[in-house]
């Protein structure tokens, strides 16, 4: 099986998942965040390199208070237990999006969290948080534009890969494969720029419910593709021919 090196996923059906079990959506969201765990491991397993999750959206501010404060319970627990999966894995942890929003502790628990894993190489696992790609864009463009004010950059050499290393995943390859659980067919504003040649895998699963055979299926879905361009090579952006 050619694992793809970057898989990126949308982990979407928490809450359908939880209502589908006469439970609260809360529930869907601690059984989801197991699961988070669980697949740093079967990632690792596979020889998976990269992992991108995409936790929490910018959008996601507008759900109820009860339901923010319970996912902030649950980010303030699972950050400190993810040391030890970060060690058990041998994975470095960056967690992308504009985190100010947070409380202190979590900037603080993310920071260390960061700091801890920052030597790790077996896997390097990316929870986006508080993300959306246009902010993503535009925090890009500003910090930029104030280099090309300072003279750091001149505006005549900007290319897409001066462009890339103002991104949160400045560094990371770009993903090889999308997943996204649970039925919905939309990126919902999902690293629009690094999924420009990525191939897309939806599933009616729900997260909650996304196993280790699940992931074989999608990965061998995207085997039985045809790659043009021959796949996404590591530290390297596809070249451009489809
Ligand atoms: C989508 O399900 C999921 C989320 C908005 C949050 C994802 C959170 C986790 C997997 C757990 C916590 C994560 C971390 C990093 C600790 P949904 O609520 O949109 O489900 P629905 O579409 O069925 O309503």
């Not at 898989?7 to 589908?20: E, F, P, Q, T």
């Not at 690293?191 to 990965?219: G, H, R, S």
Request: net charge neutral; proline share 2%.
């Amino acid at each position: 099986m050619n694992v793809p090196n970057h898989v990126a996923i949308i982990l979407d059906g928490n809450g359908r998942w939880a209502k589908s079990k006469k439970m609260p959506r809360t529930y869907g969201h601690v059984v989801g965040c197991d699961n988070l765990e669980k697949i740093c491991y079967m990632a690792r397993d596979l020889g998976i390199k990269y992992l991108t999750v995409y936790a929490f959206s910018t959008e996601n501010w507008k759900r109820s208070r009860d339901e923010i404060d319970g996912l902030m319970k649950l980010f303030r627990r699972y950050l400190k237990r993810c040391i030890k999966s970060s060690r058990e894995n041998e994975m470095r942890v960056r967690v992308i999006g504009d985190t100010t929003a947070f409380d202190e502790d979590i900037q603080e628990s993310i920071r260390v969290l960061e700091d801890y894993s920052k030597d790790y190489d077996k896997l390097h696992f990316q929870i986006a948080l508080n993300y959306g790609s246009r902010n993503e864009i535009v925090r890009a463009i500003q910090k930029l534009s104030k280099d090309v004010k300072n003279g750091k950059v001149m505006e005549a050499k900007i290319t897409e890969e001066v462009f890339e290393s103002y991104l949160d995943t400045a560094g990371i390859p770009d993903p090889d494969l999308l997943i996204r659980t649970s039925g919905e067919q939309r990126l919902s504003n999902y690293l629009l720029w690094q999924l420009a040649y990525t191939e897309f895998y939806f599933t009616d699963v729900p997260w909650p419910d996304f196993n280790k055979m699940e992931l074989v299926k999608a990965i061998e879905q995207y085997n039985s593709r045809d790659r043009r361009y021959g796949g996404v090579k590591e530290g390297t952006s596809c070249s451009k021919q489809d």
